[in-house]
T-cell receptor, first 112, second 114 residues
Framework: QKEVEQNSGPLSVPEGAIASLNCTYS??????FFWYRQYSGKSPELIMS????GDKEDGRFTAQLNKASQYVSLLIRDSQPSDSATYLC????????????FGTGTRLTIIP | DGGITQSPKYLFRKEGQNVTLSCEQN?????MYWYRQDPGQGLRLIYY???????QKGDIAEGYSVSREKKESFPLTVTSAQKNPTAFYLC?????????????FGDGTRLSIL
């Protein structure tokens, strides 16, 4: 059974600080990694994808992947109240990522 | 505008009734997916289809059925055999095999039992 684990939170971070979200996965063959943001009552929205070890930056977001340790993280710099949401980690087991396994999500609250 | 359209947004099912959730995409994507999300939970895969006239069971297919007669459409039927259908249902699509492009989601359908 492929598993993706996330700390369910809630994680509270002061406005302007860095929020750090973590995800571990069990399948060593995993090739594709995604972070989705889900506001309450809404559908998930893709915010980052990463396929190679190291860091990938997009604006205030940085995804970090370490395949040897089987974890992927998301850093949000200069956190804003609009970043308050649940963040879902998703892992694809091959490069074509026909199927994704999702974690249960981490609920993030940015405190003004 | 290109996107994934799910309808209806809210749906109520009576005991013993089958209901069908619609998912249409105009992105020319080959692959389409149906997920179920329960409160405080992640997404669980119900069915997926990588090409017209073909589909595969996901992790929780019991009590559900699908069809893929057209590339742009992937309807989900929640049958009376699904005893706990109350959930948020999400449809997703992606370009298909040979591409590492991620899945994108429609706005979802909330299903409740009357």
């Amino acid at each position: 059974q492929k598993e993706v684990e996330q700390n369910s939170g809630p994680l509270s971070v002061p406005e302007g600080a860095i929020a750090s979200l973590n995800c571990t996965y069990s399948d060593r063959g995993s090739q594709s990694f995604f972070w989705y943001r889900q506001y309450s009552g809404k559908s998930p929205e893709l915010i980052m994808s990463i396929y190679s070890n190291g860091d990938k930056e997009d604006g205030r977001f940085t995804a970090q992947l370490n395949k040897a340790s089987q974890y992927v993280s998301l850093l949000i710099r200069d956190s804003q109240p609009s970043d308050s949401a649940t963040y879902l980690c998703a892992v694809g087991t091959n490069f074509g990522n026909e199927k994704l396994t999702f974690g249960t999500g981490t609920r993030l609250t940015i405190i003004p | 505008d290109g996107g994934i359209t799910q309808s209806p947004k809210y749906l109520f099912r009576k005991e013993g009734q089958n209901v069908t959730l619609s998912c249409e995409q105009n992105l020319n994507h080959d692959a389409m997916y149906w997920y179920r999300q329960d409160p405080g939970q992640g997404l669980r895969l119900i069915y997926y289809s990588q090409i017209v006239n073909d589909f595969q069971k996901g992790d929780i297919a019991e009590g559900y059925s699908v069809s893929r007669e057209k590339k742009e459409s992937f309807p989900l039927t929640v049958t009376s055999a699904q005893k706990n259908p109350t959930a948020f249902y999400l449809c997703a699509s992606r370009p298909g095999t040979g591409s590492n492009q991620p899945q994108h989601f429609g706005d979802g359908t909330r299903l409740s039992i009357l």
